[in-house]
């Protein structure tokens, strides 16, 4: 029965161009109806992206977890050892979140962020690469944020420090010789 209800609702998502807010555990199901992915973890998203992206090449370590968990049918097809991680322990009760990342107590990546900022810090979602189409809330593949430039080209922004980083910026000034850099 539900695969024949999975199936009408792809074939009137192609025919009428629908949206869904699938919710499921059942990463095949999603495979199957799903152009886009959110992973979540106690409420809170971790990985966002294409399916496709996501599942290729997964970001997060409870993304690579809960892939490294669905069954193979085929055990000729080894998993690599990266895609064999699975989380550790136990998820913590709803109303006792810990500190941070909610991920990080079961995960086995934490000790390769510096200054413990996973048990401290709450990851923000951005992309770990320029032109990412995914995006993740992790520590270790965060990068700093681009800061703003005022008028003047000086950095501005939330964080105090950012005119303290490495920041380029030209100002290209067209006069009637041409172009030159200020």
Same mark, same amino acid.
């Given at each position: 029965? /539900? ?28 495979? #199957? ?7 979540? #973890? ?22 690579? /977890? ?14 690599? *050892? ?49 032109? /990412?189409?995914?995006?993740? @809330? ?8 681009? *800061? ?20 380029? @910026? ?9 172009? /030159?850099?200020?």
């Amino acid at each position: 029965v /539900s695969a024949m209800i999975l199936e009408l609702m792809v074939q009137l998502k192609e025919e009428f161009d629908l949206t869904y807010l699938f919710i499921t555990h059942d990463l095949a199901t999603c495979k #199957y109806i799903c152009d886009r992915i959110a992973i979540m #973890y106690l409420g809170q998203i971790l990985e966002i992206g294409p399916l496709n992206e996501v599942f290729k090449h997964p970001v997060h370590p409870y993304t690579t /977890s809960l892939l490294a968990a669905v069954p193979v049918p085929d055990p000729g097809l080894a998993r690599t *050892p990266q895609a064999r991680v699975l989380a550790v322990g136990e998820p913590p009760a709803p109303g006792a979140l810990p500190a941070g990342c909610r991920y990080h107590p079961r995960c086995a990546a934490r000790d390769q962020v510096e200054g413990q900022r996973c048990q401290r810090d709450d990851p923000r979602l951005s992309a770990p690469e320029p032109r /990412s189409a995914v995006e993740v @809330a992790c520590h270790l593949h965060e990068r700093p944020p681009t *800061p703003r430039l005022d008028e003047g080209h000086n950095a501005v922004g939330n964080d105090p420090g950012a005119a303290d980083g490495v920041v380029a @910026a030209a100002r290209i000034v067209v006069d009637e010789q041409g172009m /030159s850099d200020e």
